[in-house]
């Protein structure tokens, strides 16, 4: 019998299905699509209906998140993994989840104005954390590919989701480069899949300690792996997309984006490079050590000169980025480089969320700065604000002190912890830049205090316009404000437990 002919009479193997290894990724595909649903059928539901729609599913996916906490094994043949990371990331971007949630429902229009906001962000808000929560899960590159598709579709149509001119630019330019970005990683996953026969992490660790191996064709497929991983977190010199898109769309999807991409993604490169590409850590870490020092230098270095927040935050996210990739080259041969940046990017998921969602708040005292962005950002905009908002402007300050590493708020555990895993896997020179970075960095964050604490208001005070109820924003601000104080004051517990991501599976 030909072997094509015998072939289609075998039955197809079949991964074993572990339901309960996806509980929480399934209870959000249920509230993405019920909350499509309702969108298609009921469209003048309110926003509060469907943002509590949104927080009841992702409740439920807190719930079961809980009920798998003690659940470590790998599931569905090699291809998703209960770990420490997946365990730590799911923590962490339910709970971005929930911010975000909280600044869509509260909109970024002045009082007054029409919003522009569809209520399709709801579900696709869902749909991305979906994608993203698999993704750190992943242990086969399949899987990665997958997840990493799921969110970054949502993120395209977020990004554009509004008809502001600056919105649609922001989403185009996204969706190009990610595209290519997506191109480079799956081309890399198919020289991965030539040089070791498989696309499993756990088969590519074995494969990569073989030494009659093609080691050649395997470096080939992680150095395109790496461009795909880079782009997503904004490593340079994969950065080009972050200013434009942070600044050209609604300020709610910028701090999503800004944080839970980061999450996701850094779980990954974790995963795959601490992980499964262990072994090789002689040779992927110089370049890694490279990107990261000319991504910490470049985004602090244009930070400095940026007048808008948004953009300024976008630069700073570049650069934090940065700081993150010193933790993933200490990660494979110090365990505590994997825990200490776990803990950095939940610590940096409240900091950034908390410094947009005050410039989602000053959107809405006024007219915007530029009828194609339709917010208010630029750093004329905060002059004087300690004297108009003082409440606004304390937490503003809570966020920048944060974000430069101030003792004892909870940006300066993050780095700490960060640099002594650089230290300790014998990347002294490494941190030696960081540190360099933070103190460059620290100029940018303060001058946003000076222009708020020590410059006089411009303009007609009284043609600022009230910024009307915001309770749901008044709640992510307290919320997002309370997390940073009480984590730099208390960080033990959870950089304990960040502690049990340094044992990967898969």
């Keep these: 019998m030909h072997p094509l002919a015998q072939a289609n009479t075998q039955p197809l193997p079949l991964p074993q299905v572990d339901w309960r290894a996806i509980a929480p990724e399934l209870a959000l595909l249920v509230a993405g699509v019920v909350l499509l649903l309702v969108v298609a059928f009921w469209p003048k539901a309110g926003r509060g209906v469907l943002a509590g729609l949104t927080l009841a599913g992702l409740a439920v996916a807190a719930a079961l998140t809980a009920w798998n906490w003690d659940l470590e094994r790998v599931a569905f043949e090699g291809a998703v993994s209960l770990d420490g990371i997946t365990r730590y990331a799911r923590v962490v ?298 409440w606004a402007a304390g937490l503003l300050a809570v966020f920048m002190l944060a974000l430069t590493g101030i003792p004892p708020l909870s940006g300066f555990w993050a780095k700490y912890y960060v640099f002594l895993a650089g230290i300790e896997a014998g990347l002294t020179w490494l941190v030696v830049v960081a540190v360099i970075s933070s103190v460059i960095s620290a100029f940018f964050y303060l001058r946003v205090l000076v222009v708020a604490y020590l410059q006089e208001p411009v303009g007609d005070a009284e043609a600022e316009t009230s910024p009307g109820p915001t309770r749901a924003l008044g709640l992510a601000l307290g919320l997002a404000g309370l997390l940073t104080v009480a984590i730099g004051l208390a960080p033990e517990a959870l950089i304990s437990a960040a502690r049990s991501a340094e044992r990967i599976l898969g």
Excluded at 179 to 199: P, Q
Excluded at 217 to 238: D, E, I, N, R
Excluded at 272 to 289: D, K
Excluded at 365 to 372: H, K, N, Q, S, V
Aim: charged share 10%; net charge negative; aromatic share 10%.
């Design 93 to 390: 971007l339910l709970a971005v989840g929930v911010l975000a949630t909280l600044m869509v429902a509260q909109g970024d229009t002045p009082e007054g104005e029409p919003d522009d906001s569809p209520p399709e962000q709801f579900p696709l808000l869902i749909l991305a954390l979906l994608g993203m929560i698999l993704l750190a899960a992943a242990s086969d590159l399949l899987v990665v590919f997958i997840a990493l598709e799921i969110l970054s579709l949502s993120l395209y149509v977020l990004a554009g989701e509004t008809r502001r001119l600056a919105a649609q630019e922001a989403a185009m330019k996204y969706f190009l480069l990610g595209a290519f970005s997506s191109a480079f990683l799956l081309y890399g996953i198919a020289l991965c899949y030539g040089a070791t026969g498989t696309t499993n992490l756990l088969g590519i660790a074995r494969a990569s300690g073989d030494p009659t191996g093609d080691g050649t064709l395997l470096l080939a497929g992680v150095g395109l792996l790496a461009v795909g991983f880079c782009f997503k977190v904004s490593a340079v010199p994969f950065h080009m997309w972050t200013p434009d898109v942070y600044q050209g769309t609604p300020t709610p999807v910028a701090a999503f984006m800004a944080a839970a991409t980061k999450v996701a993604g850094f779980a990954v490169f974790l995963r795959v490079f601490a992980g499964a590409l262990g072994g090789l850590v002689v040779t992927w870490r110089p370049a890694i050590a490279a990107v990261a020092v000319v991504t910490m230098l470049v985004g602090a270095g244009l930070a400095v000169v940026q007048t808008d927040l948004k953009r300024m935050l976008a630069y700073s996210s570049i650069s934090h980025a940065g700081y993150l990739l010193v933790g993933v080259a200490a990660a494979a041969t110090v365990p505590a480089g994997v825990s200490a940046s776990m803990f950095y990017l939940l610590v940096y998921a409240f900091m950034v969320m908390g410094a947009f969602m005050v410039v989602q708040y000053v959107s809405r005292l006024g007219p915007a700065d530029d009828e194609a962005i339709r917010e208010r950002s630029s750093l004329e905009d905060y002059r004087g604000l300690a004297r108009r908002h003082p």
